[in-house]
C-alpha cells in the first residue's frame, strides 16, 4: 500500500514538472538549480502559439535513472528531477552520455551535431608496421618496422641502358632488351623490435661478384606522441663470392618524419667499413703492359666510406606513392677508374670517376603486396654499394628497374 501511495505521488509530481514546463516560452531565465515550485513567469500568448508550431516540446528519459527526463523546447533543454523537484537548465552536449533515447533537437537552422554523425573512415591511417612505404624507397632503406613473426620478401631488377638519349634506347625498348641485373632478400620479425635479413646481388665486375649481405636490425621507434621521429638501427656483414671473401662491414641509422596525412621524408647515414678493402678496387700494375708500378704505386682510394641517403614520398592516393631519393657519399666512392698514357702508351696515372646515387619511382601498394616502378642510375643494391653508380652514370641518366614487396 504505501509503494503504491509512493508511486503515485512520483507520477504527480512528475506530471506537475512538465506541466510547470509546458507553460516555459522564450528565454526564460533559469540559472543553476531552481525549486520546481518557484514562480515561473507565463509568456504572451502570441509567443506560446509560436512555440507550438515552430519549436515543439520533446521529451525523453533518462535510461539509468527513471525519475530524470529531459524536455526540449523553443531551442533549449532543461533536465527535470522529480524526486528532488529540482529544473536545470543544461546544454545540448552536457547530457550526450546520459541519453541515447533519442537525438538531441537542434535550433532552426543549426547544423547537425557532430555527436551523433557517424565518424568517417581515414584512408590515410595505417598501424605500426602497416606503414605505406617500404623497406627501401628505391634504394635508400626505410625504418619501416618488421612486426613479429612476419616474413617480408624483397625483389629488385635493374637494367642497364639509360633511357637517354632516347634514339639509341628506342629501338631496344628504353633498355629492356639491356643486360640486368635480379637480387633478391628476405626479413624476418624476431620481435616486434628486432629482425635478421639476407639480400643477395648476382652483380659481378671488378672489386664486387655475387655479393651476399647478412644483417641484424633493431626498431627504436614509431613516430608517435612520445617521438617525433621514426628511428631504427642496422648493421650487416657483406661477402663477395657467395659470402667467402672480401668482406665489408655497415652501420647505418633509418630515420623517417610524417608530415601531414601524405609527405614522408626520410634520412638514412651509413658507414662502411672496408668497402675498399685488400684495395680491390684500385688498379693493378699487371693489368697494363708494360706494367704501371709507379702510377700505381701513386694512386690510392680511399679504404673505408660513408653514405648520406636521403629521400621523400608522397601519398597521391592512399595506395599510389610518388618516390625520390638521393645519396651524397665521402671516402670510398664506388666508381670507375681510367689509367692516363703518355705519347709512348706509358700508363703516368689515373683518373677515378664516380657518379652519386639519384633514383625516382612510383609506389603501388595493396594489402601486404607493393610495386615499385624505378628510374636511377645504379644497378647496385646492398648496403654498402647502393649509393654509387656502378654505370658511372649521371643523375640525368636514368635506367628503368622495378621493386617487388611481399609479406606472409
Not at 7 to 14: A, D, N, P
Not at 62 to 84: A, L, Q
Not at 204 to 225: A, F, P, S, W
Not at 262 to 272: G, K, Q, Y
Request: with cysteine; aromatic share 12%.
Amino acid at each position: 500500500m504505501l509503494k503504491q501511495l509512493h508511486l503515485r505521488s512520483s507520477s504527480i509530481q512528475l506530471y506537475l514538472a512538465i506541466f510547470l514546463l509546458f507553460q516555459l516560452v522564450g528565454r526564460a531565465e533559469i540559472s543553476g538549480q531552481t525549486p520546481a515550485s518557484a514562480m515561473i513567469p507565463a509568456a504572451p500568448e502570441s509567443s506560446q502559439a509560436t512555440v507550438k508550431k515552430d519549436n515543439p516540446v520533446k521529451i525523453t528519459f533518462d535510461e539509468k535513472d527513471p525519475t530524470i527526463m529531459f524536455v526540449e523546447s523553443n531551442g533549449e533543454r532543461f533536465r527535470v528531477n522529480s524526486s528532488t523537484k529540482q529544473v536545470e537548465r543544461i546544454s545540448f552536449s552536457e547530457d550526450a552520455e546520459t541519453t541515447t533515447a533519442a537525438a538531441p533537437l537542434s535550433p532552426p537552422g543549426a547544423p547537425a551535431n557532430p555527436a551523433v554523425q557517424e565518424e568517417k573512415e581515414d584512408y590515410y591511417a595505417y598501424e605500426s608496421g602497416e606503414e605505406p612505404f617500404d623497406y627501401r624507397l628505391i634504394n635508400v632503406p626505410t625504418p619501416k618496422k618488421v612486426p613479429k613473426g612476419t616474413w617480408n620478401i624483397s625483389f629488385t631488377h635493374r637494367f642497364s641502358q639509360p633511357i637517354q638519349p632516347f634514339k639509341e634506347s628506342a629501338p631496344r625498348l628504353l633498355g629492356f632488351d639491356s643486360f640486368s641485373t635480379s637480387s633478391f632478400g628476405v626479413s624476418y620479425g624476431i620481435t616486434d623490435k628486432l629482425y635478421i635479413n639476407a639480400y643477395r646481388s648476382p652483380l659481378c665486375q671488378n672489386g664486387l661478384c655475387r655479393t651476399i649481405e647478412v644483417g641484424l636490425g633493431y626498431h627504436l621507434t614509431d613516430q608517435d606522441k612520445k617521438s617525433p621521429l621514426a628511428i631504427s638501427t642496422y648493421a650487416s656483414v657483406e661477402g663477395n663470392n657467395n659470402f667467402t671473401e672480401e668482406y665489408t662491414y655497415n652501420l647505418q641509422a633509418m630515420f623517417s618524419r610524417r608530415f601531414g596525412k601524405r609527405v614522408f621524408l626520410f634520412f638514412s647515414p651509413a658507414i662502411h667499413l672496408n668497402s675498399n678493402g685488400q684495395h680491390r678496387f684500385n688498379p693493378r700494375a699487371e693489368d697494363y703492359y708494360p706494367p704501371a708500378t709507379d702510377a700505381v704505386s701513386a694512386f690510392k682510394l680511399p679504404t673505408h666510406g660513408a653514405s648520406f641517403g636521403m629521400g621523400a614520398s608522397v601519398r597521391i592516393t592512399p595506395s599510389v606513392m610518388g618516390i625520390f631519393e638521393f645519396t651524397p657519399r665521402t671516402g670510398f666512392k664506388l666508381g670507375q677508374t681510367d689509367p692516363i698514357f703518355d705519347n709512348d702508351f706509358n700508363v703516368t696515372g689515373f683518373n677515378h670517376l664516380s657518379q652519386p646515387e639519384m633514383g625516382i619511382g612510383v609506389q603501388y601498394s595493396i594489402g601486404n603486396h607493393s610495386f615499385t616502378l624505378t628510374l636511377s642510375n645504379t644497378q647496385t643494391t646492398t648496403t654498402s654499394r647502393y649509393n654509387s653508380s656502378n654505370l658511372v652514370l649521371s643523375p640525368r641518366h636514368l635506367i628503368i628497374g622495378f621493386n617487388l614487396f611481399r609479406r606472409w
